[in-house]
C-alpha cells in the first residue's frame, strides 16, 4: 500500500512536466506600459483642461455616467448602467452602478454625480475655479441645455433639460466630464489638477512634470481588473528621440511619429504599425480683434496664398489629406460638395489690394511646440506656411512657446495668425462645428451669426437627417466668409511593440488602456 501512494506523487509529477511540453502556457497577462507622447498634460482635472495630452492620462482614472465603445463612438454604459428618458427629451434618469468607489475609499453614489455637474454648471459652487471650457460649449453653460440635475435616491440621478439636445447622451460620454471624488477636491483644493481620484481602472500614482506621470492597477476597481500592473507616460517632445527610445526599448508604445519614419518602423521585426481613425482636423487661424484680420478679403487673401497640397504631400507623410472643412469626411453632416480656396497666389495678392494692403502687411505665425495628431511636423509645417505668406507680401515671424502657455496664451487672444486642431471627442458634428462656430468666446473671436443660428438649430432637433442639412448649410456659410484655413485631417500613425497586446486605437485621440497586456518572453 506505502509502495503504490509513493508512486502516485512520480506519476503526476510526470504528468505535469508532460502536459507542459505537449501544450502552450498561458500566457502571464501583466507588466508595466511605458506610453512615449510628444508633450506634458496641463492638469489632470478634466474639467478644466482642454488638451489631448490631459485626456490621454484621465480617461484612465475617471469614468463618466456613460462611455463609448472600444472600437467606435457607440454610447455604451459606464457609471450609469440604466437609463431612460421622458417622452419629450426633456427629462433623463440615470440609474447608477452600486457598490463603486472612488480611489480614495469614499462611496460614489447619486450625491458626487450632483455635486459634479453643479461645480461644472454655477459659478457661485465654492469649487468652481478654472475656466470649464467644455462644460459651457456642450452644454450651453448656465443657463444652458440643463437646468436642474438632482438625486432623486442614492442610486438614481435625474437632469431636467430646457430644451431637447440631440448630443445629451453623446456629450455625457466625454472623458471631460469623469466624475471626480468630492472629498478629494474639497481636500486639494487648488491642487486637485495634480492629485486626480476617479472610479477608474488605474489611479493616479506620481507626476513628474515634463518628464512622466505614472498610474497603477486600482486593486478596487467595480468592472473587470485592468491587466496591466503600471502605465507611465513619458513626455519626449522630438518625434525622433521618441522612436530611438522605443527601439531602445526604453518605451513600448509612440504617439506622434514622423511621417518619414513610417517605413523604419514597417520594416523593424519588433515593432508593429497602427493608424489611429481619422476624425481630426488641422487649422490655420487668426485673431479677428488684430487687424487687419477682421476683413474678409485678408482672410480670403491668406486662404488663395496657402498651397495646402503641397504642404501636406511633403510633411504629412501619406497620413494626411488636405482639408477643405473643419469637419472631417468621416463624420456625418459633411459638405463635400463645398469648394474650396484654390491655391492663386494672384488672387491672394488681388485680395491684399482690396483690403487696402497692396504691400501686404507684418504679423506673427504663433507656431506649436510639440507634434500634435493634426499637425506632426508643426515647425516645418510652419516654415511651409510662412513662406506662401512671404510669396504674397504677408511678412509672418514664427512665435514658438511650451505646449501649457501656448493654450493658455491662444485662449486669451494674445495670438495673430495661429496653428492648432482639433480631434473629435464624441463622433458627432456638433463637437466642431458648434464649439468652433456656435459661440462668441473661442481663441479666434470669429463669430458668424448665421452659421451660429444654424449649428444651435441643429443641437436641438433630434433627427439626424434634418440636423446634417443644417451643418451642410453653416459649412457653406463658413467657406464664403474665409472663417479659416482648415489644413489636413489625418490617419495619425503610432509604433508599438509587437509584445503590447491587446492595444486598440480609438478615434477620439486617447483609449483606456485596461485590457493591454504585456508579452514576456
Known sequence: MSTRLGVIPVILSLMLTLGSVGSPQTPVKGGTLVYGRGADSVGLDPSVVTDGESFRVTRNVYESLLEYKRTSTEVVAGLAERWEASPDLLRWKFMLRRQVKFHDGTPFNAEAVVFNFERWMFESHPQHKGVFEYWKSMFGGFPGFVSAVKAVDDSTVQFTLEKPMAPFLANLAMPMFGIASPTAIQKYGDDYFKNPVGTGPFRFREWRKDDRIVLERNPDYWGEKALLDRVIFRSIVDNSARLLELQAGGIDLMEFLHPDDIPTVKNDPNLQL????SM???????????????????????????????????????????AKNMLPPSLWGYNDAVADYEYDPAKARDDLAKAGLPNGFKTKLWAMPNPRPYMPQPTKIAEAIQADLKAVGIEAEIVTIDWATYLSKTREGEQDLYMLGWTGDNGDPDNFLYWFFGQKETRSRYFNPRAAELTGKAQAIAAQGERAQLYREAQVVLKEDAANVPIAHTTPPLAVKKTVKGYVPHATGGEKLDTVWIEKK
Open 274 to 277: 497602427l493608424l489611429r481613425p
Open 280 to 322: 481630426n482636423v488641422g487649422y490655420l487661424w487668426w485673431n479677428v480683434e488684430k487687424q487687419p484680420f477682421g476683413k474678409l478679403e485678408v482672410r480670403r487673401a491668406i486662404a488663395h496664398a496657402l498651397n495646402k497640397r503641397a504642404i501636406v504631400e511633403k510633411l504629412f507623410g501619406g497620413i494626411g489629406i488636405p
